[in-house]
């Protein structure tokens, strides 16, 4: 009876906490839809007008093009350096593996702020001052720790011995690779690619320290934005963003089934 | 040993050509480890030979060079009187059965067994039609859009051998096939394949380190060990005149007993036991260690009729009962020997305990010098 | 997301092997690590350790000898705590239910608690601000549910901090306990049950202890953030309630102050540090003691 009450507590604890996650979310959505500029609650009225804004709004545009430039170059990046370091770690090439491994997925263990500071400092001693270029190695490293984790989660899953299963039956090396062991290993890559992505397209406290007036990423941007002059066409990007996301996710779920990347 | 039926067939086969697998001085080692020294190995068209050895001497290094998955340091191998040393795996149209059977999960059965054809770039109706006969012959007809997972272990094990055959290969390899396979649905599959590679004609060699399978299924069997192919033989003769001690204890179970040379003459010479001294065929020189080796079939109980017979006297120890045999232990007199006798009928009232006279002909006594 | 890395379970072999030239190719990504983070890294531990002439510890003297930078510490760590027994108290029960979900409905509610890690932070914590005005809908709540009798100034308060700092940390204390919670054996409740054990008891003596290695998981990925947050606590409360965050921020954009930058960001970095290896060799000791069955 008293197990029952507390699995009903349990189950009540749940819907509560589901309805905590999604207001702040629900709400920005809600409000972007707004007419008026200020967030009463409950909202009035119906427009697209903040969507509008976006357009005219200071550098929204050009900051959400750098940052999905970043994140997307970033993310390649680190996938190809991951993932040839992975397939050496996974096949024992390479001695102390497991050390390899945990180093290059060390960086998501660094407070955020530590890493820009770092990167800001060695940035300034080595003279690199171009703010894209040095925006863009850091990006790979905050994404590393994602590729890794992933890749080399599905690559020790894989059995190798199906490229030479292939390889008996007809195809050449890199063929083999190409129809094996890429199919294998997809639903590792492409969940590892999309938190990767995400990691570099929302971060903050590494691309503070990097940006310049010129060059700002969407989260600075965005910040920007709500301390100074927040309006609803903040509210209208982030609805955009989130919209991105769900479709991202969609996306991966048709290509590959969300279930098989959860699932690694 | 019923499946050795087709064995005079098979040896007139290979003897059309008998070296249509030539393995020659193939060595390799993996940094300080020497897994592979000099082994030669020759296998008749048709053939199907076991190689049968411990775990860890080789047998998948083997199979790896010759499949081309892996280079040897020496050495080369040969199918139909090719040379396929600098070929590569996929130039070599050699089949595999993996151990694990690596069946691709992300294709259904029949995408599987299309796969080699696929890669042949075949037109697809007679893709189409060559894997329905590949899943006619491995009786998997219903199975074609199923996923691999969804199958159980022996499917997966006829899918493997189905996609591996379908190519029409030059040569098959099999490393321990059955190995996860239960005992029951292994004996099972060991006749079905056996049959299945017969029909189709393809000459296979088969990895196990079980000596039951491999005198069961083999035309020959080569028996490996550190390194080399020991003894290659029909399984009758291996195990009935194995060449070396290691294969005598590697293949079937026997009587050993430990003794010194004493001289003799005529092929025949006497050994000092810690049974006493018996007799057995061959010369050694006198004062050099050997064991002696008797099958368990060889001995029977009582005094033998003459000089043709080995007779020592023993304790019987214990009685193991094994449904169509029983088996018998003794106590020798040295601990390092062992004495058992293997009888088709028990004879009422022996039981543990009673010492028993045991003789065996001196021509199947087998010496070796100790190691 | 667990704060364990992922290490690769392929058997291993003992032997030695010889130099493979194919294993150059971890030589890319290691390069790559080694330049552009361990290097940095590094040479921040330098810094901080650097004074007007060379080596000095005075970097550290200056922030642990004054009352001032004592209080942003003790700061941080009030926030990450606070956060954590928040997030636990929240998460445990919803967790626990999430794992008694049946089937489909399981994965789609974990979809859903795992759902708003993939919005942006920023956005998230601009509507929480929308939430916690004069006029939003926490106050509308408060009025109506007759806690308060007129709308309160709830933004830059703790408050509004802390109950931001939950919502946007929930997800990472319940997504480890429901990976622990799924294992365990509903049954093993109700054996506990038939034993004779009343409901408190085999909350502690059973369901607790089977639960405490997400509990660790947990507890030490949400405090490591939350100690370090920065975006969050900025918006919301401001510069009212200064976190080593904050500190660090300012010293590099606006004072140009490295040498306390570099000495809040090394103590920053050996709280994180610290709080993962304690939980990596509480885990460790777990594994040793109960062996997985
Ligand atoms: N890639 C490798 N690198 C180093 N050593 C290896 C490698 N592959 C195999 N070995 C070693 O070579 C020896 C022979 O291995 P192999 O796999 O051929 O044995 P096997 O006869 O197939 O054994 P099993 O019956 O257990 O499958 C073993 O000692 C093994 O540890
Ligand atoms: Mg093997």
Request: charged residues 15%; glycine residues 8%.
């Amino acid at each position: 009876m008293i197990a029952r009450l507390a699995l009903g507590f349990c189950w009540c604890m749940l819907a509560l906490v589901l309805i905590f996650l999604f207001a702040p979310i629900l709400i920005v959505v809600a409000v972007s839809f707004t007419e008026s500029p200020i967030f009463a609650f409950p909202p009035t009225g119906f427009s697209l007008r903040w969507y509008g804004a976006i357009r005219n709004a200071d550098g929204l545009i050009a900051a959400a093009w750098l940052s999905a430039q970043i994140a997307l170059m970033a993310t390649a990046t680190s996938l190809v350096l991951g993932t040839l370091a992975a397939i050496a770690v996974v096949r024992r090439m390479v001695p102390a593996g497991e050390a390899v491994a945990a180093f290059m997925a060390s960086p998501v263990m660094i407070p955020g702020l530590v890493l820009g500071i770092a990167m800001l400092q060695a940035a300034r001693a080595f003279g690199l001052t171009d703010a894209y270029s040095t925006l863009l190695m850091a990006h790979v490293v905050v994404t590393m720790p994602f590729v890794m984790r992933t890749v080399l989660a599905s690559l020790s899953l894989f059995n190798f011995d199906m490229v030479d299963a292939a390889r008996t039956l007809g195809c050449s090396y890199p063929m083999a690779l190409w129809r094996v062991l890429v199919p294998g290993i997809l639903p590792g890559f492409m969940s590892g690619a999309l938190f990767a992505f995400i990691a570099s397209f929302d971060n903050y406290p590494v691309s503070i320290f990097l940006v310049n007036v010129r060059t700002k990423t969407l989260p600075i941007q965005l910040l920007n934005q709500v301390e100074i002059s927040p309006d609803p066409t903040v509210a209208a990007v982030a609805t955009l963003l989130i919209l991105a996301t769900v479709a991202a996710l969609i996306a991966c779920d048709r290509l590959v089934g969300l279930r098989r990347m959860a699932s690694i | 040993m019923s499946l050795s039926a087709g064995l005079a067939e098979a040896v007139s086969e290979a003897r059309v050509d008998p070296d249509y697998l030539r393995i020659e001085k193939v060595s390799k080692r993996f940094g300080s480890t020497t897994v592979l020294s000099d082994l030669d190995l020759a296998v008749g068209r048709g053939e199907f030979v076991s190689l049968l050895g411990p775990s860890g001497c080789g047998k998948t290094t083997l199979l790896r060079i010759v499949a081309g998955m892996l280079a040897p340091e020496r050495g080369q191998v040969a199918v139909g009187g090719r040379n396929l040393t600098r070929v590569q795996t996929h130039r070599r149209n050699i089949g595999v059965v993996f151990q694990n059977y690596a069946l691709f999960p992300h294709l259904t059965v029949a995408e599987n067994i299309a796969f080699g054809l696929r890669a042949q770039r075949l037109p697809a109706a007679l893709i189409g039609e060559r894997v329905k006969e590949a899943l006619a012959m491995v009786r998997l007809e219903d199975f074609a859009d199923r996923r691999i997972l969804a199958l159980s272990g022996g499917q997966q094990q006829r899918v493997a051998v189905a996609r591996a055959t379908v190519v029409k290969p030059a040569l098959l390899l099999l490393d321990e096939p059955f190995s996860s396979l239960d005992r029951k649905l292994r004996e099972t599959m060991q006749i079905e394949l056996r049959h299945l590679l017969r029909d189709l004609d393809i000459t296979s060699i088969f990895v196990t380190h079980d000596q039951d399978e491999a005198l069961v299924m083999s035309d020959r069997i080569a028996v490996m060990n550190a390194g080399r192919i020991e003894h290659l033989d029909t399984p009758a003769r291996v195990y009935a005149r194995p060449n070396s001690l290691f294969v005598m204890e590697f293949v079937g179970q026997s009587t050993r007993l430990g003794g010194t040379a004493a001289g003799g003459e005529h092929g025949s010479m006497a050994i000092d036991t810690g049974q006493g001294r018996l007799r057995a065929p061959g010369s050694f020189m006198a004062g050099s260690a050997v064991v002696l080796g008797i099958r368990p079939e060889a001995i029977e109980l009582g005094e033998g009729p003459g000089d043709a017979f080995n007779t020592v006297r023993a304790r019987l120890r214990d009685i193991v009962f094994f449904g169509a045999r029983t088996m018998l232990y003794f106590e020798p007199a040295n601990p390092a020997d062992r004495i058992l006798v293997d009888l088709a009928r028990l004879p009422g009232g022996l039981a543990p305990g009673a010492t028993v006279t045991l003789r065996w002909p001196v021509a199947e006594t087998l010496v070796f010098p100790a190691p | 997301m667990i704060a364990t890395p992922a290490t690769p379970a392929a058997a291993p072999t003992k032997e030695r092997r010889p130099f493979d030239p194919k294993a150059l190719i971890v030589l890319p990504g290691i390069a790559y690590m080694a330049l552009v983070f361990l290097i940095p890294v590094l040479r921040l531990v330098g810094d901080s350790l650097r004074g007007a002439e060379g080596f000095s510890l005075s970097g550290y003297d200056r922030v642990l000898g004054d009352p001032y930078y004592v209080q942003v510490i003790l700061n941080s760590l009030q926030l990450g705590l606070v956060t954590t027994l928040g997030t636990l108290l929240l998460g445990y029960p919803a967790a626990m239910a999430l794992s008694r979900a049946k089937g489909q409905w399981q994965v789609l509610l974990v979809a859903l608690i795992f759902l708003p890690l993939t919005v942006s932070i920023i956005v998230k914590t601009f509507g929480l601000t929308i939430m916690m005005r004069r006029d939003g809908i926490v106050n509308w709540l408060l009025v109506n549910l007759y806690v308060i009798d007129r709308p309160i100034r709830l933004v830059f308060t703790e408050f509004a901090l802390y109950f931001g700092m939950i919502n946007v940390f929930l997800p990472l204390m319940i997504l480890p306990l429901y990976s622990v919670m799924r294992m365990i054996d509903p049954r093993l409740g109700e054996a506990a049950a038939s034993l004779g054990a009343g409901p408190a008891r085999t909350f502690f003596r059973v369901t607790l202890p089977l639960t405490a290695p997400g509990i660790v998981a947990g507890v030490s990925l949400v405090f490591s953030i939350a100690v370090a947050a920065y975006v969050t606590p900025g918006l919301l409360i401001g510069d009212r309630f200064m976190t080593m965050s904050q500190v660090m921020a300012k010293a590099y954009l606006n004072l140009r102050d490295f040498q306390l930058g570099a000495s809040m960001a090394m103590i920053m970095l050996a709280i994180a540090l610290i709080v993962i290896f304690l939980a990596t060799y509480l885990a460790r000791m777990g594994v040793a003691r109960d062996p997985p069955r």
